[in-house]
């Protein structure tokens, strides 16, 4: 664990989140009141901006995964994910997400979607939950693999729209890596817990590598998410060698 603290430690005193992290937001929604927009509008700064809408929106739903309207604009707007329509089937599955978070236990069909419901419990609950997506996952994954971590397991990644990240798949270089433990079908954590531990990590982690025992976890997921198509993305396309041995 010491040496994924000391990689991840590097990458937060090189990458200033405030000027690093770009995720812009509209906040033209009926959603939020006229002094919650001032009060959001106030903040120039891209990062500082997240930041507060992170606070806004916890106070706002009081742990309530049942204020629909607020859960699909931070899904479909926030998160720009415009394929997680508004409909039955889907407020029905936020509904079974929130009552399997407390049981700590995911369904695969729940899980097949948590790149959406995710951002929702990142938002409601941000002390103990982050967002789970092909960004984050990628990043984690890869410092796990680069660090020699053989105590902690890999974490299955959704599928994503990031271009850079759909073109090299890192699922497929941990597989080639690990091809004793692939065969034995223990190199991923199972969907039913991927998402628990991985939130239990970044928690743990994030004291560490911002020296801070009060600080937030998704201080460290914005940095994970910040550096997947950058610096991730760089180390792995000139770290990486693969020899195919030719037939004799």
């Not at 010491?2 to 929604?29: A, N």
Request: charged content about 30%.
């Amino acid at each position: 664990m010491i040496l994924l603290i000391d990689r991840l430690k590097q990458y937060k005193t090189t990458v200033k989140l405030d000027e690093r992290f770009s995720y812009l937001f509209d906040i033209k929604t009926t959603s939020f009141s006229d002094s919650e927009k001032h009060e959001l509008n106030k903040e120039v700064n891209t990062f500082n901006r997240n930041l507060k809408l992170k606070e806004l929106i916890k106070e706002k739903a009081n742990g309530s995964y049942e204020l629909t309207d607020l859960n699909f604009w931070i899904v479909n707007d926030w998160g720009g994910i415009r394929t997680f329509k508004r409909n039955e089937k889907n407020e029905k599955k936020i509904k079974a997400f929130s009552t399997q978070l407390l049981k700590s236990k995911l369904s695969k069909d729940t899980f097949d979607t948590i790149s959406s419901l995710s951002k929702i419990s990142s938002f409601i609950d941000p002390e103990n939950y982050v967002i789970y997506d092909s960004r984050v996952i990628y990043a984690i994954n890869w410092i796990i693999m680069t660090s020699k971590q053989t105590d902690i397991k890999y974490f299955p990644m959704p599928t994503g729209r990031n271009k850079k990240i759909v073109d090299f798949d890192i699922n497929t270089l941990i597989r080639l890596k690990h091809l004793d433990n692939y065969h034995q079908g223990q190199l991923f954590y199972s969907y039913k817990d991927a998402y628990f531990e991985f939130c239990k990590l970044i928690k743990n982690l994030s004291k560490s590598v911002f020296d801070d025992q009060t600080i937030k976890p998704y201080y460290l997921e914005m940095l994970l998410f910040t550096i997947a198509d950058n610096e991730i993305y760089n180390e792995l396309t000139t770290q990486t060698k693969i020899e195919i041995k030719p037939n004799r």
